[in-house]
């Protein structure tokens, strides 16, 4: 079970926090480094941050610094996406996916892999 299910996604207004959750209820998650993208329709998926085996974090987006946090719960089998100070063009379908390794390599699975998103929308 290399497909995760991500959830957590919501309208909320500029400025506000969410946390999107990562889970997979089978293959363990503790194996593989996780990354998280983002999809605005009719737009290429962009590589948000990910997280690696041993913890340690790599954003693709510099964008997110300072504003994103990523962090695994390995007991949960979960990876959560601390999103704060959310600006309006955060607003994507968020998803996770396996990396195909410890490390993050920003690998894009085939499409069979990918979840069904969760919608963040940041708008007053």
């Known amino acids: 079970q290399l497909r995760p299910v991500e959830s957590g996604g919501g309208l909320v207004q500029p400025g506000g926090s969410l946390r999107l959750s990562c889970a997979s209820s089978?293959?363990?998650?503790?194996?593989?480094?996780i990354n998280w993208f983002r999809q605005v329709p009719g737009k290429e998926r962009e590589g948000v941050l990910c997280i690696s085996t041993g913890s340690d974090t790599t954003y693709y987006s510099d964008s997110v610094k300072g504003r994103f946090t990523i962090s695994r719960d390995s007991a949960k089998n979960t990876v959560y996406l601390e999103m704060n100070d959310l600006h309006p063009e955060d607003t994507a379908i968020y998803y996770c996916?396996?990396?195909?390794?410890?490390?993050?390599?920003?690998?894009?699975?085939?499409?069979?892999?990918w979840g069904q998103g969760t919608r963040v929308a940041v708008s007053s």
């Open positions: 996916a396996y990396d195909i390794g410890e490390d993050c390599s920003s690998y894009l699975p085939p499409v069979g892999l």
């Open positions: 089978g293959f363990g998650m503790e194996l593989y480094a």
